[in-house]
């Protein structure tokens, strides 16, 4: 069963870069039929999908996010990490790391715990 | 991207049945799946693809889809099925719904 783990500081000063691991246990990241994403819900607020990233590389993005997120990914480390720049307040949340199905109605079939970073 | 309506609230009594909605427009040539969130936790998928189930998700659990309009059917309701739950569906971009809590009374 696929286990995946956030890691990465909790606090963040603002106009700095958020940076952030996700990772995989029990599963290959470089499989060919998993998309791996990250995902934000602000404090007492709903799920925003941020993007996703292939074991290849390849990434895409949230569009209102796209100038400041960068994805890669460590196929050695089984990882994949995120980069968000230019941090405000507005980026305090929890991030969670997912797994994606590569079909074409996307969702998201397992979950890390989730990890907190507040901008301050 | 989408907006995805759903009540903020509902309340059930224990063995009985919750239903909720996702509404959208045009939702209807778009596959929605469905997420548990239990306090402090993380999101639990419950139903993709409108009406399948995963692995380990109670048949108490199920989904349907009609015009712009997708359900999420929790039948004999339990305790532990006191969450916060969420619709979503791909577009251009992952769009995940207001999100409902459900009260078990």
């Known amino acids: 069963q696929v286990q995946l783990q956030e890691s990465g500081p909790g606090l963040v000063k603002p106009s700095q870069t958020l940076s952030l691991t996700c990772s995989v246990s029990g599963d290959s990241i470089s499989s060919d039929f998993y998309y791996w994403s990250w995902i934000r819900q602000h404090p007492g607020k709903g799920l925003e999908w941020i993007g996703y990233i292939f074991y290849s590389g390849s990434t895409y993005y949230k569009q209102a996010l796209y100038s400041r997120i960068a994805m890669s990914v460590d196929t050695s480390k089984n990882q994949f990490s995120l980069n968000l720049r230019s941090v405000t307040a507005a980026d305090t949340a929890v991030y969670y790391c997912?797994?994606?199905?590569?079909?074409?109605?996307?969702?998201?079939?397992?979950w890390g715990q989730g990890t907190l970073v507040t901008v301050s | 991207s989408y907006v995805l309506t759903q009540p903020p609230s509902l309340s059930v009594a224990p063995g009985q049945t919750a239903r909720i909605t996702c509404e959208g427009d045009?939702?209807?040539?778009?596959?929605v799946h469905w997420y548990q969130q239990r306090p402090g936790q993380a999101p639990v998928l419950v139903v993709h693809d409108d009406s399948d189930r995963p692995s380990g998700i109670p048949e108490r659990f199920s989904g349907s889809h009609s015009g712009n309009t997708a359900t999420l059917t929790i039948s004999r309701v339990e305790a532990g099925d006191e969450a916060d739950y969420y619709c979503?569906?791909?577009?251009?971009?992952?769009?995940f719904g207001t999100g409902t809590m459900v009260t078990v009374l």
């Open positions: 045009n939702i209807g040539r778009k596959s």
């Open positions: 997912a797994r994606t199905p590569g079909a074409t109605t996307r969702f998201f079939d397992s």
């Open positions: 979503q569906l791909w577009d251009t971009d992952a769009d």
